[in-house]
């Protein structure tokens, strides 16, 4: 009788193992080119990051850092192409060495961001999340709340989109002079200073007429 119920058991277990196997997520990971034609976006079928964060790493020591620790971003550091990464909504968007074609490099790095997933790895420590929550700043002014709003309805899902971030930084109440900080592809982008003047400038200072010019932080 013990024998039969242990027979019995080991059914029981083998079945729900299975059953949780065909019910675990599928992992899907595809590619998109970027404004910088050394970054790459890879963009998977689910959210890495809660709605309004991002994080940049533009080392392994970035990586490790108290408050910031990624151990997705830190494997990536492994691979001698990768220079920086980025996290952001669904996608992770990685910037190579330009001596680095990224035909001889695409292959592995995506297939190693779909294993690191389907074996359960974390993006983030928790604590990384915790103390990265967003917070809604009352002593904002009214000229900086319409900025900011402005950046996160127009500007941010386009930015996205290319696989980078823009995040306030400050506003100068005498100059009129708004400086946001520039993460992902966009940093060190071709682009990103033509896209800042032609695009984001013209856009906030039509919409908050305080605004006088935009500005690059930490490009």
């Known amino acids: 009788m013990m024998i039969l119920l242990l027979k019995q058991r080991d059914k029981s277990i083998h079945h729900c193992r299975k059953i949780s196997h065909m019910l675990s997520r599928p992992i899907f990971v595809y ?67 330009e001596e680095i074609a990224w035909e001889e490099v695409l292959r592995d790095t995506k ?3 779909k ?14 999340i915790d103390s990265n ?9 009214d000229t900086v709340q319409k900025i900011k709003a402005a950046l996160d309805q127009y500007v941010r899902p386009a930015v996205e989109s290319d696989g980078g971030a823009i995040n306030f930084h400050s506003f100068n109440e005498d100059s009129g002079v708004v ?6 592809s ?6 990103s200073t033509l896209t800042l003047k ?3 400038e013209n856009l906030l200072t039509r919409m908050v007429p305080d605004v006088k010019e935009v500005v690059a932080e930490g490009v």
């Open 31 to 97: 590619t998109e080119l970027s404004p910088n034609p050394n970054s790459m976006k890879f963009v998977l079928n689910f959210e890495l990051v809660p709605e309004g964060l991002s994080f940049d790493y533009p080392s392994l020591e970035a990586a490790l850092e108290e408050g910031k620790v990624s151990p997705l971003a830190a494997d990536l550091f492994q691979f001698p192409h990768v220079r920086r990464v980025f996290i952001a909504s669904n996608f992770i968007t990685i910037t190579k060495d």
């Open 111 to 113: 297939q190693f961001i």
């Open 115 to 128: 294993i690191y997933f389907e074996e359960n790895h974390p993006v983030f420590e928790q604590k990384t």
């Open 133 to 141: 929550t967003l917070i809604v700043d009352a002593r904002d002014s």
């Open 179 to 184: 400086k946001v900080l520039l993460q992902g």
């Open 186 to 191: 966009c940093s060190g982008c071709p682009s």
């Open 198 to 200: 032609a695009g984001i």
